[in-house]
């Protein structure tokens, strides 16, 4: 929904989640996703994802890549 009110496409965005269901998500939109790991997530397998991230800190430099 987002993409659409903005005018812009899948292949342009990056999601950023946490939990399986929200990686399900943007596969699903088409989307690109970075999965950042938190203590109730730790035990999921996120293979789907782009990048799997233990800190959100680490965002910013993989956004310059």
């Known amino acids: 929904e ?5 005018g812009g496409r899948p292949e342009e965005a990056l999601a950023v ?3 399986l269901r ?18 109730f997530t730790a035990s999921q397998r996120f293979d ?5 991230l233990d800190s959100v800190r680490d965002l910013p430099p993989l956004l310059q890549e």
Do not use: M, Q, T
């Open 2 to 6: 987002a993409l659409r009110r903005f």
């Open 22 to 39: 929200g990686l399900e998500s943007a596969r699903r939109a088409g989307i690109d996703c970075v999965v950042v790991r938190h203590p």
């Open 17 to 19: 989640e946490d939990s």
């Open 48 to 52: 789907a994802a782009w990048r799997v």
